[in-house]
């Protein structure tokens, strides 16, 4: 669940929690779901459109496979 909004671009990572991040800033009108644009989920960031990058914070989780 990709979300951008005007100023952030958050991309999900599969199996790091970003299924929640991105609930939150959607619940919280920080941006929309990438899927509401016509992109799928879990699309690879070379993928997405260019002008998305430009001008925003672009974040992702990680997670320790160990913990």
């Given at each position: 669940?990709?979300?951008?909004?005007?100023?952030?671009?958050?991309?999900?990572?599969?199996?790091?929690?970003?299924?929640?991040?991105?609930?939150g800033?959607?619940?919280?009108?920080?941006?929309?779901?990438?899927?509401?644009?016509?992109?799928?989920?879990?699309?690879?960031?070379?993928?997405?459109?260019?002008?998305?990058?430009?001008?925003?914070?672009?974040?992702?989780?990680?997670?320790?496979?160990?913990?």
């Amino acid at each position: 669940m990709t979300v951008i909004g005007p100023s952030l671009l958050s991309l999900h990572v599969p199996k790091t929690g970003g299924t929640t991040i991105a609930a939150g800033l959607t619940g919280a009108g920080q941006g929309e779901h990438v899927g509401a644009l016509g992109i799928e989920p879990h699309t690879p960031a070379r993928e997405l459109p260019q002008e998305w990058f430009a001008g925003r914070l672009v974040f992702s989780s990680v997670r320790d496979p160990w913990a």
